[in-house]
T-cell receptor
Framework: RKEVEQDPGPFNVPEGATVAFNCTYS??????FFWYRQDCRKEPKLLMS???SGNEDGRFTAQLNRASQYISLLIRDSKLSDSATYLC??????????FGKGTRLSVIA | EAEVAQSPRYKITEKSQAVAFWCDPI?????LYWYRQILGQGPELLVQ????????DSQLPKDRFSAERLKGVDSTLKIQPAELGDSAMYLC?????????????????FGQGTRLTVV
């Protein structure tokens, strides 16, 4: 079955640090890419979509590299509230979203 | 703000019993998903509906799991009989229908989930 691979972490970083996560996907036909955030025992929520040209939302930057089939998420100036699991999500269009296993981030004071 | 509603939030059941979960997607969303998430793992698809039709149930353990969305709106997921390994969070999600509309990067919206414990 098509897979999405992520480093599970945990990434333990101090407040104010910059941290980056990568995600690789195996299905070259994938069309849509997302990063979801999931707090402990809560449902996943969309953090940002990932576009071919890359996109930025405040302290968060997402990049897509179709040739190498990976997606990245960069978080600058980490806050305590950024502590969560970050899920990489991929799909081909109208097919089900395929989730990675998530990368745990802990931001430490 | 529109939400995906799920019930119950928590369910404890004995193994070999039957259990059912309910989901009401965001109004107008044609696509509905049921995912299962084991602690420490990412969500894994059980079944996808497009309106009332099953699009993908290849990962649904059909000997014990069933899902329906009879009127293309709300949906029920049933397990009978429940096994200890079914303990997990069951997440329902919905998304707008992107087919033929040129929509890209159509996100899915999740409900709060049903946490099932089988004892």
């Amino acid at each position: 079955r098509k897979e999405v691979e992520q480093d599970p972490g945990p990434f333990n970083v101090p407040e104010g640090a910059t941290v980056a996560f990568n995600c690789t996907y195996s299905n070259s036909a994938s069309q849509s890419f997302f990063w979801y955030r999931q707090d402990c025992r809560k449902e996943p929520k969309l953090l940002m979509s990932v576009y071919s040209s890359g996109n930025e939302d405040g302290r968060f930057t997402a990049q897509l590299n179709r040739a190498s089939q990976y997606i990245s998420l960069l978080i600058r100036d980490s806050k305590l509230s950024d502590s969560a699991t970050y899920l990489c999500v991929v799909n081909e269009g109208n097919t089900p979203l395929v989730f990675g296993k998530g990368t745990r981030l802990s931001v430490i004071a | 703000e529109a939400e995906v509603a799920q019930s119950p939030r928590y369910k404890i059941t004995e193994k070999s019993q039957a259990v059912a979960f309910w989901c009401d997607p965001i109004s107008g969303h044609a696509t509905l998903y049921w995912y299962r998430q084991i602690l420490g793992q990412g969500p894994e698809l059980l079944v996808q509906f497009q309106d009332e039709s099953v699009v993908d149930d290849s990962q649904l353990p059909k000997d014990r799991f069933s899902a329906e969305r009879l009127k293309g709106v709300d949906s029920t997921l049933k397990i009978q009989p429940a096994e200890l390994g079914d303990s997990a969070m069951y997440l329902c999600a919905s998304s707008p229908d992107g087919t033929g509309q040129g929509l890209k990067n159509t996100e899915a919206f999740f409900g709060q989930g049903t946490r099932l414990t089988v004892v």
